[in-house]
Structure formats: C-alpha cells, structure tokens
C-alpha cells in the first residue's frame, strides 16, 4: 500500500463514479484541505476572485465555501473582497494545547476498546509511511500522513462531536504547522505514533491517552517556539 492510498482512498472513490456533491461541498473540501495542509500560508491575504480563479468554479460555490470556513474559524474576512488564514497568537495556542490535551486524548481513550486487530495493523501502514516522510524531509507527505494517522483513530472513538472539535482545532493550527516543518525541518517534528499503537495493541485506554498528550505537547510547544523567535 503506497502514500497515495493511505491518504487519498476517498478521493479516489468519489472519483470512480464521480464526484456528485454539490459545488459548494466540493469548492468547501478542496479549501479546507488548502488550510488543513499549509498551502495557504497564514496572514497572507487572498482575494475571491484568485480562489474562483484557482479552483475554476464559479463565485457563488466559493462565497458559500468561505462563509463555512470563516465560521470554522480557518478564515477571516479582510474587506475588499479579500480573506486570509488568520496568524496565532501565543495565547491561541496556549488555548489550542489545553483544548487539544482535553479533547484528543479522550477520543483516544474512547477509541482504544472499538479498534480491532486489522484496525491497529492499518495504523502502523499509515506510520510507517509517515516515518518515510520525515527521512526524506517531504513536509507536504509528512502533514497529510500524520493527519490521517490521527483522523482514522480518532474516527473509531464514535464520538461526532468531539471528533467535529478536534477537526476544527486542526484546520486552525495546520497552517502554522507546515510553517514549523519549513523552519525546523521533519526530523525535527514530534512521533508518538509507535506508543500510541503500543497501547492499543495492549488494550490500555489511558496510555494511548497519555501518548497523544505527549504527542500533542511536542508539536505545539515546537509551534509556540517558532512563534516567539519570529
């Protein structure tokens, strides 16, 4: 199983039969992934019409897209038709540590007692490539991977709305992540992975959450260092 199947196994299924939702959706997940993945660098003013330009779609679908992604908070509104990834303060991310030590960890906790063998097998797939990633310096293989390593297990914690938080909390910080792997590089970059799956093999709810904690800490106090030194 290569790179390209790990993360992209949905995009290559709607893309089968082709893609039948709506244009707003489709304008809506392609900007999202945009923010989630640091393509659209934070502070740096975009107009909609680039967006329209850029994505080649009409104006309503990235209006509508926009108005999601603002109330998202991944957004904010510039006037003069302009929008921007908004730029973290050092309280956002002391909020954003605290928000995510709460909400991951127990989706983490609440997963470990659902994940069967062939799940936990699926997740290892999924760190191996990362560790790929991160010898190779690849910062675009390495977000996207180790995105999808904790989407998948958090998707098995069968909590909407916590998993919902967490999804909003990543498309805030994601930008300023891919802004810390291109100062300090990825073998900088923080790796619980192999002791979060440690615990879910064993079965222990409070070590996988432990685990995401410390992996969580590692990433965003790497962020609050980058921040300070600019």
Request: charged fraction near 25%.
């Amino acid at each position: 199983m290569n790179q390209l199947e790990l993360i992209e196994n949905r995009a290559s299924a709607a893309t089968s039969t082709g893609d039948k939702r709506p244009a707003h959706e489709q304008v809506y997940q392609a900007l999202r992934s945009q923010i989630l993945f640091g393509e659209l660098v934070p502070g740096q003013p975009v107009t909609i019409q680039g967006l329209t330009d850029s994505l080649g779609v009409g104006m309503t679908p990235v209006r509508e897209a926009i108005r999601r992604l603002i109330s998202d908070g991944a957004l904010i509104f510039q006037g003069n038709r302009r929008v921007s990834v908004p730029l973290l303060s050092t309280g956002d991310i002391e909020e954003m540590i605290f928000a995510r030590r709460a909400i991951e960890s127990e989706l983490s906790r609440r997963a470990t007692g659902n994940l069967q063998a062939a799940d936990i097998d699926h997740l290892e797939r999924i760190d191996r490539h990362l560790d790929r990633t991160i010898a190779d310096g690849d910062v675009s293989g390495y977000l996207k991977l180790n995105q999808a390593f904790h989407e998948t297990l958090y998707a098995h914690a069968n909590t909407p709305i916590l998993s919902d938080l967490a999804e909003r909390l990543w498309l805030r910080f994601g930008p300023s992540l891919r802004v810390v792997c291109g100062r300090f590089g990825t073998q900088s970059l923080p790796d619980r992975h192999k002791e979060i799956i440690t615990a879910l093999r064993n079965g222990d709810a409070e070590q996988a959450a432990r685990a995401t904690i410390q992996d969580i800490e590692q990433g965003m106090e790497l962020m609050a260092e980058a921040l300070t030194s600019t």
